[in-house]
């Protein structure tokens, strides 16, 4: 189970290693609040679609599984977004239209497929979990460091002494790849560096 | 709508609020099939075809079935099977009546199910509620948006494989930067007005 979670903390991050899941990753990551919103709805899905997925993996005809996965992520995320519309509307109005997005978010897609449908309901629910955590962890790194250098701000609250200009570029589109870019690039040269060493 | 709210939408769509750009929508395959100019061109052509289709298609299933029985939060479920259904019968009807187009488009279009633009312009229609024609118009701008982006990303990337990158930011990360830069110059549409 340790380990399951490191890989998807760490190893098999689905943002920053498998490279899944940007759309989202890229979009929403301009405060902390919305990429935490945005990360736990997305645990939230690929939790419960994991667990069913699995639990019905003998059940689920070969040549209709794709079909008959995205009807229950889609329902799963429907869910998800009437809960919010309900319980947390302004973190709903902020992530708009990629709450409805987490469907085709290929990460969940990816599970399914690549996990769900060969391991057990538990070992499936560990996955989801951790991978959801994994993304939430890249949306959370990846939002502070906008939320930053983009508003001068973090958690809402102001960070730097009065005079600080922040770079509002971070905060708009070009910010998200860019933000992106050198946090792979970071992970690459640590990578780089451990094999070199070894 | 008149014809020039039409093309004030189509040009806005394309140019100032485009897809992958400024809206991040459908990132995955521009980042993933852009090592290619002609492998770029093929996917647009194919996110052209089936965000037209599917711009309609949502359109109709919106209004005379998920409006009719009042189950319009049902919409994320419908459009998703709906989308999914179109790119396999546009797989089949190409493959009978065009199979030379079938061959040059095959690979990329199973892949569209699962491309948000595809889903984000469906949902983003109804909305806005645009009518038929606003949606197709609106769903066939993004997708050329969508490729006008992928093909200018794809011709930096080609000249990009012959540059001296350092080697941390070799491959993924050097193009999310080129990305970023792509992005920035669209900004500059940012302050286009036509209406």
Not at chain 2, 60 to 68: A, G
Not at chain 2, 97 to 105: I, N, R, V
Request: glycine share 8%; hydrophobic share 55%; net charge positive.
């Amino acid at each position: 189970m340790g380990n399951q979670l490191k890989n998807g903390l760490i190893y098999q991050n689905p943002v920053l290693v498998l490279l899944l899941g940007m759309c989202p990753a890229i979009a929403i990551s301009t405060s902390i609040f919305n990429g935490l919103g945005m990360g736990l709805c997305t645990t939230f899905v690929l939790f419960f679609s994991n667990i069913t997925i699995s639990a019905l993996r003998k059940v689920i005809p070969e040549n209709v599984r794709i079909a008959s996965y995205i009807v229950i992520i889609a329902t799963l995320v429907t869910v998800v977004d009437l809960l919010l519309q309900a319980y947390m509307p302004a973190l709903s109005r902020s992530l708009g239209l990629f709450i409805p997005l987490i469907v085709v978010n290929c990460a969940v897609l990816a599970r399914a497929e690549s996990f769900a449908n060969k391991n057990t309901v538990l070992a499936s629910a560990i996955d989801g979990l951790s991978m959801g955590l994994g993304f939430t962890a890249a949306l959370l790194a990846m939002s502070a460091i906008r939320e930053i250098l983009g508003a001068g701000m973090l958690m809402g609250r102001n960070i730097f002494p009065s005079g600080f200009q922040p770079v509002q570029l971070m905060t708009l589109a070009p910010g998200g790849f860019i933000t992106l870019g050198c946090i792979i690039a970071l992970k690459q040269w640590m990578s780089n560096r451990k094999g070199g060493k070894a | 709508m008149t014809v020039s709210q039409l093309f004030a939408l189509s040009l806005g769509a394309i140019l100032v609020e485009n897809f992958v750009l400024v809206r991040f929508l459908g990132i995955c395959p521009f980042l993933g099939v852009s090592k290619k100019t002609d492998t770029a061109l093929g996917m647009g052509f194919s996110v052209i075809f089936v965000m037209g289709t599917a711009s309609a298609a949502t359109y109709l299933v919106n209004e005379h079935i998920l409006k009719r029985f009042d189950i319009e939060y049902m919409h994320t479920v419908a459009f998703i099977l709906v989308i999914a259904a179109l790119v396999q019968l546009v797989e089949m009807f190409l493959k009978k009546s065009a199979p030379s187009l079938h061959k040059a488009l095959g690979i990329y279009l199973p892949l569209m199910s699962t491309n948000c633009a595809v889903l984000g312009v469906a949902i983003l229609n109804t909305q806005n509620e645009f009518d038929l024609i606003g949606s197709v118009v609106y769903g066939v701008s993004a997708a050329i948006g969508f490729t006008l982006a992928l093909l200018l990303f794809a011709s930096v990337r080609e000249k990009l494989e012959f540059s001296d990158v350092p080697a941390a930011f070799q491959g993924f990360p050097i193009a999310l930067v080129t990305a970023a830069l792509i992005s920035m110059a669209f900004m500059g549409f940012s302050g286009l007005k036509v209406m």
